[in-house]
């Protein structure tokens, strides 16, 4: 029998417990708290609480620490897998989601502990399993990372 994740028709909100079932990442490298303003093959609001508690802090850096961009653009790459997990209805028991392009992507703000960022994530294209996204992270109402992104579903079985 084979697992697929809950599609939920009603509200734009998705929590920690539909994320944990639609995409395979798991702590420390799990950086989508929750997600809102779902709408199928068009957009998703990922939300990341950053807390000192994370791991990366221990030695980026200690005395003032700031959240890789790396992880950033992470973070903004599962925010839009998400998004095509619940649009496509992927079944996660054989098939998983990978980031496969970053285009334009800037950097303009440091992130550190203590901030949420809010990551508006659109659709730019979609065509069967791949999706072309552009996404930003925000502090408040300021951009502190943007990039463009693609992803594509793979069979892991």
């Known amino acids: 029998m084979s697992r697929k994740a809950p599609v939920n028709e009603g509200p734009s909100e998705i929590d920690i417990t539909e994320i944990l079932a ?36 221990q030695g980026h850096f200690p005395t003032y620490p700031v959240m890789p961009g790396v992880l950033i653009v992470e973070a903004l790459a599962q925010t839009g897998a998400v998004l095509m997990s619940k649009s496509l209805d992927v079944d996660v028991a054989g098939k998983t989601i990978l980031f496969i392009s970053l285009d334009n992507c800037r950097f303009r703000l440091p992130v550190r502990p203590g901030d949420v960022i809010r990551m508006p994530v659109e659709v730019l294209r979609a065509r069967g399993d791949i999706f072309k996204f552009r996404g930003r992270a925000l502090v408040g109402d300021k951009v502190a990372a943007e990039a463009e992104f693609a992803a594509m579903v793979v069979a892991t079985q």
Do not use: M, W
């Not at 702590?27 to 708290?33: E, S």
């Not at 199928?40 to 994370?54: F, P, R, Y």
């Open 22 to 57: 639609r995409i395979p990442h798991r702590y420390p490298f799990l950086l989508v708290d929750r997600a809102e303003e779902y709408r199928a093959h068009q957009s998703i609001v990922g939300i990341k609480c950053v807390t000192v508690n994370e791991p990366f802090f």
